[in-house]
Every structure is written in C-alpha cells, then in structure tokens.
C-alpha cells in the first residue's frame, strides 16, 4: 500500500514536472525537480532534455554529469539539444562517448549525429556513421534514411543521397521528398528539384514551409518563373501563402525571374517587413536595369526604420555602379559609416566596385585602404576599377601588391590584366600571367580566354592568339571578333575575312564590334569591293545599322584607295551624324591625295568638334607646307600658339630586360647614345646601297637638304630600331612601340633594314602592328 501510494506520488510529480518544462517554465521545474525526493530516470531525462532544448546547455550538461544512471534517452536529449544550438562538434564528441559506452542508439540520436555531420560537411564521420547504421540495421528507417539524404546532399555527394532515397519507394514521407528537393537545389541540379517536386506531387505528398522555399530557389536559378507560378498556385491551395519564409522565397524567385510586378504584390502582401525579401526586391530591380526603383524601395527601407543589414547596402551600392547618381551614393555611403557598415568587409568590398566603375579611383582606393582583412574581392574591385578606367599601369602595380599578399587571383581581375597588358601592349607580362594561371591550375573560362586571344593579338603574335582560340571549348562572338581584329591590326586583311567566314559558318553571328574589325582588315589591305559587300550586308542581313565607326573605316578604305569622290558622296549619305573619328579618316585621305579643299573642311569640323585636338591643325599646316602656302602654315601654327595647343611629341619605344628605353626625334640622352648614332649612320649607309631613299616629304623642316635628310634618319623608330639591332640576339624580332603613327620615310626604311639586317621587325604604331621581313610588310603598305 506504501509502495503504491509512493509510485502515485512519483508520478504526478513527473507529470507535472514535464509539464511544466513544456509550457517553458523551465526555472520553476527546476525547483520542483530540486524538492523531489523522488527523482528516477524520467525526472532526470525530463529536466535534462528542458534544459537542451531551450538552449540552457551549460546546465542540461552540468546536470548530465551528475545523473546516476544515463540512458540513450539521456544521451540522446544532451545530443540533440548540442545540434539544435550551433554545437555540432560537441554532439558528435558525446555520439563518440555514447557509442564507446556501448549504448543503444535511436533513430533520433543518429538523426541528430547525422544532422552534426551535415551543417560541419564532415563527409568522411558520416559515411563511418552510415556504415554503423548498416551493421546495426537502421538502413530501412524512414527517419535515419531522410537524415543520410540530408548530410549527403549537404556535402555534395548528391549521387549518394539520390541512390538512398530511391531505396524506399512508397514509404517516402514529405520530410524525406523536402530533403532531396532541397539536395538538388543546393547543389546545382535545379532541373532535378522540379522533376523531384513533379514527382512529389504525383504521389500526393503535401508540401510544407521547408518544401516550398527549395523549390522556389531551384526556379529562381534557372529562371523557370513559369513553374514558379505554377508552385505559387500550390502555396496558396495548400495554405502557406502568409508564410514569411515561403513569402520571401517568392519575393526572391520574381525578382530574379524579371517578373518584378510579381515580386512587388508579393512583397506588398506579407504582414511583416522581412529584410531579407525586401533585399531579394532590390537585388531583382537592379539586375534587370530598375535602379532607380531600387533606391526607391531603399529610401522606403530608411523611412520605415527597417533593420537594414550588411545584404542591403551591396544591393544599393550596386544600383550606382551604372548610374551617375554619386551625390546620392555618397549620402548612402555616409550613412553606411555612421550605422558601423563600413566595417563589414562585404559592404566595403561593394563600396571599393561602386567607386572604382564610376571612375572616382582615388575614394576607391580610400575605402579599400581602410578594409583590415582584404580578400580577393576588395582587390579584384579596385584592380578591375583601375583597369577598366584606363589606368593600366595602376591596376597592373596592385595585380602585384595584390600577388605579393598572396592572394590568388580570380578570373575577374586575371581577365582585367589582360586587357590591360593587351592596352599597353606588355607582352612579357601577359605570358607571366598566362604562365602562372596555368602554373596554378586555376580554372578556365570564357572570359579569361577572350581575354589572352586579345592579348596575344595586341601585342602581335597572332599565331599565340590562335593557338589559344584553337584551344577553347567554347568560343562566343567575343572570340571570333578579337581574332578578326587582331589579324587585322596585324595586317592580315585576308585572314580576317577567312576567319569571319569561318565564324558565319559556325552559326555565330557578328556584332556591331565584328564588323568595325572587318571593315578595319579592309581598309588596311585595300580591299575595297570586299569592304562594300560588307558594309551593305550589315543592316540587309544582319538587321546591324552602321554607326559612325564603321562610316570612319569606309571612308578611310575609300580614301586610301584614292576614291575620294566615292568616300566624300558616303560622307553626304550617312544616317548618323559624322563625329570626329570620321572627319580624321577623311583628313588623313586629303593629306595622302593632296585634296587640299576637302581636307580644310574636315578640319574645319575638326576644330568644332575636339578644338584642343593637336591633329587637324598639324596635318592642315602639313597640307599647305607641302602645297607651298607658307603664310597658311604660318597661321595654323599661330592659332595653335595662341590656343596654347601643342603636338604631342613623337616618342618611340622598345622594352629590354623588364626596362623601357625611350628615344625622341635626334634624342641624345640615353646612355649608350654614342653606340646607338654610329649604328644609325652604320644602318644608313648600308640600306641606301640596297636601294633606300630618303622620302623629303617627311622632313619638313626649312632646312638644307643635308640637314633634311640628316633629320630622318634620326627619327625617334630609327633610333629604337638602332638600339633593338645592337641588344636585342640575332633570330629574336625587335619589338618596337611609337605613340604616334609612322612616318612614311621611317616605314620604308624599315622594310630595307628588315632585308639588309636579316631582322624580323615588329612595330606598334598608333594604328597598326606592321611586320616587316625580307624588305615587305604585313601592311601592304596600306598602312
């Protein structure tokens, strides 16, 4: 009777106690629990489990440690309650103690083993786990199953997790159908979440709040806002439609699926403001060219003293990046560093792009200064910034610093720096990071390749440059025009139209660049019917209207073909109005065929349009200097004077061992100038026995035609070419780089030395790469 009415006793107050740890009074069961005189198993494992499950950790161990007798359920409630709060290292130690005591697991200790394994992608304790399940049988339950799915799908073991789920057919509950869509989804088989969700459907598996927000991610990667539409209908038949993470995985899927009226109404309806789905709106609008809607909807943010987060700011600053905007955008930024964002290296990181695309380098390079920990994305975003801005040898000096840090680069700022030795034509380097790419096993991709195809074919080895192209997988518009124009710059007109050919036949169609580079290659090698064909099948084909380039590379190759009446009629004819890349075309024919009336007009709409641009004043005062109008020279000059306009002066380069060796016209400053003129003199006098005579055109200076000739033959590319011919090894090519187009004298020259000296010669003018070998040059001098 005592001992019934003690068990009584013991059981209403376990009743009570696992009551009152239900309903979250945890403090007051613990006093209860104190007070009993009592306590068994359950009483321990009651409060045990009260304490881990409301995250009180400290003490549900504390009270762990001190229980008599610990059973799998004690194990398992300390387990769980270590994964449910971010401690899934110290629940896998205590699975490996519980294991160890030998005692018997439950699906739910394994579950929460598992999920440890999960959230840590420890790939290698789960597969030991999986084995163990095995050996002891647990491979057919349906909630340890869903658990392995779970961990390996979460370490991108997908195959793994789709064989396991395919083992229990008919028994497949929602939570095990949410784990494989959300496995598909999380590792990039976006397709196969909706054929996983289609197929949960058909078996009539209701979808959840965990289902829904996977399904619509998977639809938002792909931009399958259709089915989108269609998983929405489910959310509303099914009753999660006020659902705030199912409401924000909406938001997110409209957005990035362009469908922004969508996203609109479905943010307009959730209850709450959720930042995250107000981020996802902002992301979409600027994404798909809304930006200032985007800052509409940040202002909205601010007024409604909504908790904005370092995923706001990015999103904001994003939406400056292509807008002029920056009074704004500085208001943001000053908002960002009173609020402490700045601090964040994701939102610093977005401030270093926004500055850097809008040219504002030096706040760039303030913000980025100001960021402890850079990783490769503060320096990608000012190293491209500098880049794309011009400044080439900038970004190339912190691609650098950035190597020295030993950051590894990504393939934005590899792609950047070649471009930027593709600008300032700084071929070694370029094969230093082509070499350390490879070196480094970093992965390929489409812009990297376009980016050394451009590269090699601006720094004039095409043959490199096709060799890379002929390397590529996949080759895009992109590709196949930097080939075209790289040949063309390389005076290989012909092998430009062949490859454009080859192009058409691919099924890849031009683009406006494609044929500026065509009609480029024809200009240069004097094809001019092929020119006209092309330049007509533009807008009759192709449905390309031409722009003010491509009427520029149509009247140079009718100007350079002396068919000045042709190219002055296109000049009447344009649909654009001429900018000042057409006028110089024109110019240069006039000076070339001496059509004096037609090159005034152009200059004269030269001097409107660039009126501090030194070149039609120089070329018009050439023109009348060589038409004996001295006093019109005389007054071109004087309004330069007075303008305060000035020639940029001829200067010629050639690079030595990581050195630049710079030379002007007659320069007599360069330490081995002594060397370099007895070579000139050496040079002069041996291509004149083959043949060379000095063009008294190019020296206009009023001088006597000793001091004339004497003149050309110290030309800035006469002296570089000097100077390659005495350092540079016999069978290598000289490379030589000028600012300013060459000279017609220096260019026949050049074909002699190259046949006299046995040289290959590269030279890099303003215009044009021209080979010269065996006394010719790629140009066909139509340079």
Not at 462 to 469: K, L, S, T
Request: hydrophobic content about 40%; charged content about 20%; overall charge neutral.
């Amino acid at each position: 009777m005592v001992n019934s009415k003690f068990d009584s006793n013991r059981l209403l107050s376990n009743r009570l106690l696992n009551d009152l740890s239900k309903s979250g009074r945890i403090d007051e069961a613990r006093k209860m629990f104190d007070n009993m005189f009592n306590r068994d198993e359950f009483s321990w494992n009651t409060m045990i489990a009260a304490y881990a499950n409301s995250g009180r950790l400290a003490e549900a161990k504390k009270l762990f440690n001190e229980t008599p007798n610990r059973s799998s359920i004690t194990w398992s409630s300390l387990i769980s309650g270590y994964c449910r709060y971010g401690c899934e290292m110290e629940a896998l130690d205590l699975f490996r103690e519980m294991l160890y005591e030998g005692l018997k697991l439950s699906q739910y200790t394994l579950g929460s083993a598992l999920r440890g394994c999960s959230v840590l992608g420890l790939l290698q304790v789960g597969e030991t786990i999986h084995g163990y399940l095995i050996k002891i049988g647990f491979v057919s339950n349906v909630f340890v199953v869903t658990a392995l799915v779970d961990m390996y799908a979460k370490c991108k073991r997908i195959l793994e997790a789709e064989y396991l789920f395919d083992t229990l057919p008919g028994r497949r509950n929602h939570v095990l159908w949410t784990a494989m869509v959300s496995g598909y989804s999380q590792n990039g088989d976006e397709f196969k979440a909706i054929e996983c969700f289609r197929g949960m459907q058909a078996e009539g598996v209701e979808s959840n709040q965990f289902t829904f927000p996977s399904i619509l991610t998977a639809c938002a990667s792909v931009s399958a806002g259709d089915f989108g539409a269609q998983v929405h209908g489910c959310i509303v038949r099914s009753g999660f439609g006020a659902n705030v993470f199912v409401q924000s995985a909406l938001v997110n899927m409209y957005a990035k699926c362009g469908n922004l009226n969508s996203a609109r109404r479905a943010l307009e309806n959730m209850e709450i403001d959720d930042v995250i789905s107000w981020n996802s709106m902002i992301v979409g609008c600027v994404r798909h060219g809304f930006e200032q809607e985007a800052l509409s909807l940040f202002k909205k943010m601010h007024a409604r003293d909504m908790k904005i987060n370092d995923f706001t700011y990015p999103s904001v600053l994003n939406s400056f990046a292509s807008t002029m905007d920056m009074k704004t955008a500085k208001s943001v930024h000053c908002m960002i560093i009173k609020t402490g964002f700045e601090a964040y290296k994701l939102v610093s990181n977005a401030l270093v792009d926004m500055y850097a695309k809008q040219g504002y380098l030096e706040c760039a390079l303030e913000v980025f200064s100001r960021i402890v920990d850079r990783d490769v994305i503060s320096w990608t975003s000012l190293v491209t910034g500098y880049a794309h801005n011009g400044s080439h040898e900038e970004a190339i000096k912190l691609f650098c610093d950035m190597r020295t840090t030993g950051i590894c680069p990504d393939e934005f700022v590899i792609a950047s720096i070649l471009s930027a030795c593709a600008e300032l034509t700084l071929l070694k380097f370029g094969q230093q990071v082509h070499a350390n790419f490879i070196k480094f096993g970093l992965v390929s991709s489409l812009s990297i390749d376009n980016s050394l195809v451009t590269m090699y074919a601006k720094c004039g080895c095409i043959e490199d440059a096709n060799g890379v192209f002929n390397s590529m997988q996949v080759q895009d518009v992109v590709t196949w025009t930097a080939l075209i124009v790289g040949y063309a710059q390389n005076g290989r007109g012909k092998d430009s139209i062949q490859f454009y050919n080859r192009m058409i036949a691919s099924g890849t169609k031009p683009d406006f660049i494609t044929f500026i580079g065509l009609l480029f290659a024809c200009s240069h090698a004097g094809l001019v019917d092929d020119g006209r064909w092309f330049f007509e099948s533009m807008n009759q084909v192709f449905g390309i209207k031409p722009g003010a380039e491509h009427y520029a590379c149509m009247i140079d190759l009718l100007g350079r073909s002396g068919k000045m009446n042709e190219a002055k009629e296109l000049l009447n004819e344009m649909d654009v109005k001429p900018d000042a890349t057409v006028w110089k075309a024109l110019l240069a024919a006039c000076r070339v065929h001496r059509n004096l009336e037609l090159g005034e007009k152009a200059a004269k709409n030269l001097f409107q349009l660039e009126p501090s641009d030194a070149v039609p004043y120089v070329l018009l005062s050439n023109m009348y200097f060589s038409a004996g109008r001295w006093e019109d020279a005389a007054r071109i000059r004087r309004v330069m004077k007075s303008m305060g306009i000035s020639k940029e002066p001829g200067c010629s380069w050639i690079e030595l061992n990581s050195h630049v060796h710079r030379f002007m016209s007659e320069d007599r400053g360069h330490p081995r100038t002594a060397e370099i003129y007895s070579k000139i003199d050496e040079i002069m006098i041996l291509i004149k026995e083959a043949g060379y005579v000095p063009d008294m055109n190019f020296a206009l200076h009023d001088m006597d035609e000793e001091g004339k000739e004497l003149g050309l033959a110290y030309h800035s590319e006469k002296l570089a070419i000097a100077f390659g011919i005495l350092t540079v090894p016999p069978g290598a090519p000289v490379r030589i780089f000028k600012n300013l187009r060459v000279c017609g004298d220096c260019h026949t020259a050049m074909k002699y030395i190259s046949r006299v000296f046995l040289r290959h010669i590269i030279l890099r003018d303003s215009n044009c790469f021209h080979h010269f070998r065996d006394g010719n040059c790629s140009c066909g001098d139509y340079w």
